[in-house]
């Protein structure tokens, strides 16, 4: 296969179908530059190569990754995601997060975490958590804290259903400008909600009817057009009215 020719910037590639073999920078064209890679790119020698077919995509400042609807995750460090808990050890849970292995999150990984207060989670408790470490050797590292060791937005996820979706789901719900039917019903319903890169997603609202309402809708979301999303939006909202 004949690999796409590299530039000093990927951007030209952004939004656009690339296939494994296709390299995208060379970076011996670059100087104090620092690029975040996710899932689907990978750095050989000089050169950022493509490892599976899909979109290009960019987030500010500088991640870049390639977008597929799979199901099967693959973890990147700095991921948000939601993982549900399978077994408890004594330095580590165990915690399916969707990937080809489970994950493990130190019992320690929690803002002020002691030995003193280890937080006890039952199996089946769902989480929304960061990825810190992931390589192809070994299961990948959990978090429940920011970059600055704060519990931020992370943790559990109480009551509510998750979902389960493509990854290029999740992806499009958490792009910019906001997925089209998730503003839509945010505007009109009361919700919680948090997404996982993982393909997943949580639903939270004081009605279970409201929960099945917006799960099942974003679900039926991805196998639409944007048009076709629009229509389907409006059609929705009046029924609710």
């Given at each position: ?42 750095q ?13 995509r ?6 870049y ?8 995750y693959v973890p ?21 997060i ?7 999150l130190?019992?320690?990984?929690f ?8 937080p ?20 990948p ?17 109480k ?6 979706s ?7 719900l ?5 997925h ?7 505007k ?6 948090a ?18 309402l917006?799960?099942?809708?974003i ?6 057009s944007?048009?076709?999303?629009k ?11």
């Open positions: 296969m004949e690999a796409k020719p590299s530039s000093s910037s990927p951007s030209k590639f952004v939004d656009q179908l690339v296939v494994p073999g296709d390299v995208i920078l060379d970076l011996s064209n670059m100087a104090n530059q620092t690029l975040k890679l996710g899932g689907g790119l990978r050989d020698g000089d050169s950022i190569c493509v490892m599976k077919a899909g979109k290009l960019f987030m500010k400042p500088n991640k990754w390639v977008e597929s609807s799979q199901k099967r990147s460090a700095g991921d948000n995601v939601l993982g549900v808990v399978v077994d408890t050890k004594p330095e580590n849970f165990l915690v399916d969707k990937g080809p292995v489970l994950a493990f130190p019992v320690l990984s803002e002020g975490g002691t030995r003193r207060n280890i006890k989670f039952e199996v089946g408790t769902l989480l929304y958590v960061r990825v810190i470490n992931a390589n192809t050797s070994m299961n590292e959990l978090s429940c804290m920011d970059a600055n060791g704060k519990a931020a937005e992370y943790g559990v996820l009551e509510g259903f998750m979902f389960e493509s990854t290029g789901l999740s992806r499009m958490l792009s910019s400008p906001p089209p039917v998730l503003e839509g019903l945010g009109k319903l009361s919700f919680e909600i997404v996982g890169i993982n393909g997943r997603f949580w639903v939270n609202a004081s009605q279970s009817s409201t929960v099945i917006v799960g099942n809708a679900q039926k979301s991805e196998s639409l944007l048009v076709q999303q229509i389907y939006l409006e059609k929705l909202l009046k029924s609710i009215q």
